[in-house]
Protein backbone atom coordinates (compact mmCIF):
# COMPACT_ATOMS: atom_id res chain seq x y z
CA UNK A 1 0.00 0.00 0.00
CA UNK A 2 1.61 3.83 -0.98
CA UNK A 3 1.55 5.70 1.78
CA UNK A 4 -0.74 8.70 1.22
CA UNK A 5 -1.01 11.52 3.53
CA UNK A 6 -4.23 12.68 5.90
CA UNK A 7 -5.09 15.89 5.43
CA UNK A 8 -4.43 17.13 9.07
CA UNK A 9 -5.99 20.55 8.45
CA UNK A 10 -9.49 18.72 7.11
CA UNK A 11 -9.31 16.20 10.77
CA UNK A 12 -8.62 19.46 12.80
CA UNK A 13 -11.74 21.59 10.66
CA UNK A 14 -13.85 18.08 11.30
CA UNK A 15 -13.07 17.90 15.52
CA UNK A 16 -13.72 21.60 15.49
CA UNK A 17 -16.89 21.23 13.92
CA UNK A 18 -17.92 18.08 16.42
CA UNK A 19 -17.03 19.91 19.47
CA UNK A 20 -18.82 22.85 18.24
CA UNK A 21 -21.78 20.62 17.45
CA UNK A 22 -21.57 19.46 20.52
CA UNK A 23 -21.62 22.71 22.35
CA UNK A 24 -24.97 23.83 20.87
CA UNK A 25 -26.17 20.00 21.25
CA UNK A 26 -25.90 19.93 24.58
CA UNK A 27 -27.12 23.73 25.51
CA UNK A 28 -30.43 24.75 26.27
CA UNK A 29 -31.07 25.65 22.76
CA UNK A 30 -30.82 22.47 21.49
CA UNK A 31 -30.93 18.95 24.15
CA UNK A 32 -29.16 20.26 27.33
CA UNK A 33 -32.19 20.30 29.35
CA UNK A 34 -33.29 16.39 27.88
CA UNK A 35 -29.57 15.65 28.50
CA UNK A 36 -29.66 17.37 32.57
CA UNK A 37 -33.07 15.46 33.19
CA UNK A 38 -31.71 12.04 31.64
CA UNK A 39 -28.68 12.17 33.85
CA UNK A 40 -30.37 13.04 36.71
CA UNK A 41 -28.77 16.42 37.27
CA UNK A 42 -29.36 19.92 37.77
CA UNK A 43 -27.48 23.45 35.73
CA UNK A 44 -26.51 23.88 39.39
CA UNK A 45 -25.01 20.59 40.16
CA UNK A 46 -23.16 20.84 36.11
CA UNK A 47 -21.54 24.17 37.07
CA UNK A 48 -17.67 24.48 38.10
CA UNK A 49 -15.35 21.85 37.91
CA UNK A 50 -12.60 21.43 35.24
CA UNK A 51 -14.77 22.65 32.49
CA UNK A 52 -11.72 23.74 30.16
CA UNK A 53 -10.27 20.22 30.92
CA UNK A 54 -13.34 18.52 29.95
CA UNK A 55 -13.36 20.99 26.71
CA UNK A 56 -10.07 20.33 25.50
CA UNK A 57 -10.36 16.19 26.46
CA UNK A 58 -13.80 16.57 24.06
CA UNK A 59 -11.97 17.72 21.59
CA UNK A 60 -9.21 15.71 21.49
CA UNK A 61 -11.82 12.55 21.52
CA UNK A 62 -13.09 14.67 18.19
CA UNK A 63 -9.74 14.77 16.77
CA UNK A 64 -9.52 10.78 17.22
CA UNK A 65 -13.06 10.31 15.95
CA UNK A 66 -12.32 12.77 12.97
CA UNK A 67 -9.10 11.09 12.06
CA UNK A 68 -10.42 7.38 11.90
CA UNK A 69 -12.97 8.84 10.32
CA UNK A 70 -10.40 10.45 7.65
CA UNK A 71 -8.34 7.10 8.02
CA UNK A 72 -11.01 4.62 7.10
CA UNK A 73 -11.50 7.12 3.80
CA UNK A 74 -8.13 6.64 3.07
CA UNK A 75 -8.06 2.91 3.66
CA UNK A 76 -10.92 2.42 1.35
CA UNK A 77 -10.55 5.01 -1.18
CA UNK A 78 -13.41 7.29 -0.62
CA UNK A 79 -12.78 11.11 -1.23
CA UNK A 80 -16.33 12.71 -1.43
CA UNK A 81 -18.92 14.64 0.59
CA UNK A 82 -21.33 11.41 -0.06
CA UNK A 83 -18.97 8.97 0.75
CA UNK A 84 -18.00 10.70 3.69
CA UNK A 85 -22.04 10.45 4.64
CA UNK A 86 -21.42 6.89 4.16
CA UNK A 87 -18.81 6.45 5.77
CA UNK A 88 -19.82 8.73 8.93
CA UNK A 89 -22.96 7.22 9.38
CA UNK A 90 -21.44 3.46 9.17
CA UNK A 91 -18.48 4.17 11.67
CA UNK A 92 -21.77 6.30 13.88
CA UNK A 93 -24.02 3.33 13.46
CA UNK A 94 -21.43 0.59 13.86
CA UNK A 95 -19.32 2.26 16.79
CA UNK A 96 -21.44 4.22 18.54
CA UNK A 97 -25.22 3.40 18.08
CA UNK A 98 -24.24 -0.53 18.50
CA UNK A 99 -22.11 0.17 21.93
CA UNK A 100 -23.72 3.06 23.46
CA UNK A 101 -26.90 1.32 23.20
CA UNK A 102 -25.66 -1.98 24.80
CA UNK A 103 -24.69 -0.23 27.55
CA UNK A 104 -27.78 1.98 28.31
CA UNK A 105 -29.87 -0.98 27.97
CA UNK A 106 -27.57 -3.11 31.05
CA UNK A 107 -27.08 0.42 32.65
CA UNK A 108 -31.30 0.50 32.07
CA UNK A 109 -30.45 4.51 30.89
CA UNK A 110 -33.70 6.41 29.66
CA UNK A 111 -34.13 6.13 26.00
CA UNK A 112 -34.22 9.53 26.06
CA UNK A 113 -30.70 10.07 27.18
CA UNK A 114 -29.64 7.13 25.10
CA UNK A 115 -31.21 9.14 21.99
CA UNK A 116 -29.49 12.30 23.02
CA UNK A 117 -26.22 11.13 23.09
CA UNK A 118 -26.16 8.46 20.03
CA UNK A 119 -27.95 11.24 17.67
CA UNK A 120 -25.23 13.54 18.79
CA UNK A 121 -22.13 11.00 17.94
CA UNK A 122 -23.62 9.39 15.00
CA UNK A 123 -24.28 13.48 13.58
CA UNK A 124 -21.11 14.19 14.90
CA UNK A 125 -19.44 11.50 12.33
CA UNK A 126 -21.57 12.19 9.68
CA UNK A 127 -20.11 15.82 9.88
CA UNK A 128 -16.70 14.58 10.11
CA UNK A 129 -17.17 12.50 7.45
CA UNK A 130 -18.49 15.67 5.07
CA UNK A 131 -15.54 17.38 6.15
CA UNK A 132 -12.93 14.89 5.22
CA UNK A 133 -14.54 14.15 2.08
CA UNK A 134 -15.11 17.34 0.77
CA UNK A 135 -11.14 17.80 1.67
CA UNK A 136 -9.70 15.21 0.16
Known amino acids: MEPVAINYLAVIVAAVAYSVLGVLWYSPVLFGSAWLKGIGK ?4 MAGGPVVLNYVIGFICAFLASYGIARIMLWTGRNSIAEGIVIGLLAGVC ?4 TMLMNDLFERRSKGLTAVNVLYHLLGLIVAGIIVGAWR
Open 42 to 45: TKEQ
Open 95 to 98: FVVA
